[in-house]
């Protein structure tokens, strides 16, 4: 029964209140959802991401989301050398409720970042994107207390549901993000970034019921870094902080990165550390490197007032990034968590 009504609380937030995007506790690794500017911003040829989350498994399906995104450099032989002319295209995927609400949405990305310096160690960019997103509810998951009458359950007959259908089951709208990134390097080993984005800048309508609801802007302000420690050991920290409507939220944490095998060419690390959101949940965190392959896995140990109803689970999640690189390539440090 507790789970029941934790469904239907999560039901009546997707669907009465200005939607919240989806987010990622590793959300060092679905760079584009976070900030515009990181498109074509790594140490190589192309860049491929991909991101998996399912949050509250205690509840059936309460929030699953999955992302993926494609970046790379290009007119390199154009443009000044140590600036960086990025183009990518991403997409999400979140499902909600257990399917009752779905949203999928493609990004098409550009930013630009000039050097500040000859070797292109400090860079500052800006970034673009365009989405075009689909919102789509299935009113005959959705249970009402209206339609619990002296006769028994009827379903469909809340006015919500009449009003739903009559409307429309599906919303499709542009969206528009931009950002701001600046990232540097003292001596072309260590990496230091920080960066502003904002979502939702044109405000589309999504509501189902009331033609003046509006998704309201997402700021975000993050940053982070990378220091080499040692040959076979370094140190990467980052940092987020959301704003959305009246919600928001902070992530701080860090991970030791260790090499067993320094200077080969193709270099195996392993990441241990842990994220932290503020009055929410614990995140262990592992990452396995294989060359230009890396592989993180992290799990939400819920500690907020919400621990009773999802039993403490706060979700799994998955990523994988692939850098391209060419044989011999050696690129200048870049944000990477």
């Known amino acids: 029964m507790r789970k029941f009504f934790s469904l239907v609380f999560l039901l009546f937030l997707s669907v009465a209140l200005q939607a919240q995007d989806p987010h990622f506790s590793q959300f060092f690794s679905s760079p584009l959802t976070l900030n515009p500017a990181f498109t074509g911003k790594f140490s190589g040829t192309w860049r491929l991401a991909a991101n998996h989350r399912d949050q509250w498994p205690s509840i059936p399906k309460a929030y699953v989301t999955t992302s993926a995104s494609f970046d790379m450099a290009i007119l390199k032989n154009r443009i000044p050398e140590g600036d960086v002319f990025g183009v990518g295209i991403s997409g999400v995927s979140d499902q909600s409720a257990n399917n009752t609400l779905k949203l999928n949405y493609g990004s098409l990305s550009l930013s630009y970042h000039k050097a500040l310096d000859d070797d292109g160690y400090n860079t500052i960019g ?11 509810i299935d009113v005959t998951k959705l249970t009402f207390e209206d339609e619990l009458t002296q006769n028994g359950f009827q379903p469909g007959t809340s006015p919500d549901v009449i009003n739903i259908s009559l409307n429309g089951k599906n919303r499709n709208y542009i969206d528009v993000n931009a950002g701001l990134l600046f990232s540097g390097s003292t001596d072309g080993e260590n990496n230091y970034y920080l960066g502003v984005s904002m979502y939702h800048i044109n405000r589309p309508k999504v509501s189902f019921l009331d033609k003046s609801w509006y998704l309201t802007g997402r700021v975000t302000l993050h940053g982070g870094g ?15 902080h959301q704003i959305q409507n009246k919600a928001s939220e902070t992530l701080v944490g860090a991970a030791v990165g260790l090499n067993p095998s320094p200077g080969s060419e193709n270099p195996i690390n392993v990441y241990l550390g842990s994220w932290v959101r503020f009055k929410d949940a614990i995140i262990p965190y592992v990452g396995l490197e294989f060359g230009s392959l890396r592989i993180g896995a992290s799990y939400d ?4 007032g919400l621990k009773a109803a999802t039993g403490s689970r706060g979700g799994s999640e998955f990523s994988v990034i692939f850098i391209k690189r060419e044989p011999g390539y050696t690129g200048i440090p870049c944000p990477r968590f």
């Not at 800006?126 to 789509?136: D, E």
């Not at 990378?226 to 987020?240: C, Q, Y």
């Open 126 to 136: 800006a970034g673009f994107q365009g989405t075009y997103s689909s919102l789509g």
């Open 226 to 240: 990378t220091i080499p420690l040692s040959d076979v050991v370094s140190l990467s920290g980052s940092v987020i």
């Open 301 to 304: 140990i819920n500690t907020s």
